[in-house]
């Protein structure tokens, strides 16, 4: 279902982008650089965080961690990864498959600057085994993001 709610999002809002599916799971950033041949850092990871009372989902490159002063700095208080049950629940897709699009509550989605060093990403499109190839800006737009700078910097 999860997979079919990220189809309707993209044949709704941006038919010119499909949904890849692979045998080959991509359910972590290193499987999916490997299913999709991209670089790992080129995978836009899904974080889904709680922060204070509200769930966000933040939107990173596939080498980032999350720099939780830069985060409690933007948000308002120190955010915390939600766990697998709830990951499920509020965004209708199974963890390795987590993504901001056919969400099944609405959520609101921030997007790393981290992403902007390329012209194009790999997320995750709702199962374990799908994504898309999207620039960082139009995955943005397409989700209604705001772009933040949460990550720790590269080394």
Known sequence: MSLDSVRAFFAAHAPDIA???TSESSATVQLAAAAHGVEPARIAKTLSL???ERVVLVVARGDARLDNRKAKAVFGAKPRMLD???VE?????????VC??????PLPVYCD????AFDEVVPAAGSTHSAVRISPERLAALTN????????DAA
Not at 113 to 116: G, I
Not at 145 to 152: K, T
């Open 145 to 152: 993001a705001e772009w933040v700078d949460v990550c720790q």
């Open 50 to 52: 709680r922060v204070g």
């Open 100 to 105: 901001p699009f056919g969400l099944a509550t």
């Open 113 to 116: 600057v981290s992403l902007k």
């Open 84 to 86: 697998l049950a709830e």
């Open 89 to 97: 629940a509020l965004t209708g897709h199974p963890v390795g498959g």
């Open 19 to 21: 949904v890849m599916v």
